[in-house]
């Protein structure tokens, strides 16, 4: 093992382990805010070591990272420590789930292709430096793609044929709306201001910005596009029940005397996105439903012959 450290010796010392195992489980794809750190961290790999003071016994694999390994028990731990394992967890679960997909060649090579495109990789070049910069070596690269492509099958098969339906379940929820708001807690101020606006003396614009006392006044009032399901439920259900161009009376929203006006209202449409979208929804709560009927990982001692 000592060969094996001075073989890395030259490399800079990783402090922060549990960013480097954070890295080594995450998805592809994933952002988060230590997402710019990690990226700076070699990718953890995989040696075969011969244990010190011994010529007999077979090698044992460990995961070196930098000049440091761990063995198969540190690894354990780590993961426990870090709070891993249910992500190491949700990984196996959902290839468990993908392990009777297959994809074709050609279903491959146009799931590379997206890839390169995605990542702005035009050019054998340019794919030869994202690896290095990413240690990842072609094989690699093309088995993640291929385990997205087996993901992306299963989610159709399984639920492609429900999501009309599911749309429609949804659609209330993920209709937009634009409109435009103006908060006081000043009863008097706000039937005065309602009636300014209703009358045309002002504009909704010039009144919000000097009367609102929320983050909407630097906006002239103006909120949105905004779903109907992100919003205040109150304020979700007096939106829904205006036209647009049409001004609410002033109404109670929690602390808040409001007064809305509807300016527009976007339905949500079925298209390629959103129906994506919806797609891992019913994947997700799927996920989800699975990983509570699982047994929480527990870690097995196995004596050794």
Same mark, same amino acid.
Do not use: M
């Given at each position: 093992m000592t060969a094996a450290r001075a073989k890395h010796s030259a490399k800079s010392p990783i402090e922060f382990q549990s960013i480097l195992f954070y890295r080594s489980l995450l998805p592809e794809g994933y952002a988060s805010p230590l997402h710019s750190l990690v990226s700076l961290i070699p990718t953890p790999q995989l040696n075969l070591i011969k244990p010190e003071h011994s010529t007999h016994c077979l090698p044992m694999t460990v995961l070196q990272i930098g000049n440091q390994t761990f063995t198969a028990d540190e690894i354990i731990l780590l993961l426990n420590e870090?709070?891993?394992?249910?992500?190491?967890?949700?990984?196996?679960?959902?290839?468990?789930?993908?392990?009777?997909?297959?994809?074709?060649?050609?279903?491959?090579?146009?799931?590379?292709?997206?890839? *390169?495109?995605?990542?702005?990789?035009?050019?054998?070049?340019?794919?030869?430096?994202?690896?290095?910069?990413?240690?990842?070596?072609?094989?690699?690269?093309?088995?993640?793609?291929?385990?997205?492509?087996?993901?992306?099958?299963?989610?159709?098969?399984?639920?492609?044929?429900?999501?009309?339906? *599911?749309?429609?379940?949804?659609?209330?929820?993920?209709?937009?709306?634009?409109?435009?708001?103006?908060?006081?807690?000043?009863?008097?101020?706000?039937?005065?201001? *309602?009636?300014?606006?209703?009358?045309?003396?002002?504009?909704?614009?010039?009144?919000?910005?000097?009367?609102?006392?929320?983050?909407?006044?630097?906006?002239?009032?103006?909120?949105?596009?905004?779903?109907?399901?992100?919003?205040?439920?109150?304020?979700?259900?007096?939106?829904?029940?205006?036209?647009p161009g049409q001004l609410a009376t002033p109404t109670y929203l929690g602390e808040w005397l409001a007064i809305v006006r509807l300016e527009k209202f976007i339905p949500a449409q079925l298209d390629e996105p959103m129906r994506q979208r919806l797609l891992n929804e019913c994947f997700n709560q799927w996920l989800k439903t699975q990983l509570q009927q699982q047994p929480t990982p527990r870690t097995l001692v196995v004596a050794s012959s």
């Open positions: 870090y709070s891993l394992l249910p992500q190491l967890q949700r990984e196996v679960l959902i290839d468990q789930a993908i392990g009777p997909s297959t994809c074709s060649p050609e279903e491959t090579d146009f799931a590379l292709q997206q890839f *390169y495109q995605q990542q702005q990789l035009p050019t054998e070049a340019h794919r030869r430096l994202w690896l290095e910069q990413q240690s990842l070596t072609e094989l690699q690269l093309q088995q993640r793609v291929i385990r997205s492509c087996k993901l992306e099958k299963f989610k159709q098969v399984t639920w492609g044929n429900q999501i009309e339906t *599911y749309f429609l379940q949804r659609k209330s929820e993920l209709d937009r709306v634009l409109y435009s708001l103006l908060r006081t807690q000043e009863v008097g101020i706000a039937q005065e201001l *309602y009636f300014r606006i209703q009358e045309g003396e002002q504009s909704f614009d010039e009144l919000a910005r000097q009367y609102s006392q929320g983050p909407e006044a630097e906006t002239g009032g103006l909120v949105g596009p905004l779903e109907l399901q992100t919003l205040n439920p109150d304020l979700a259900k007096l939106l829904s029940t205006l036209q």
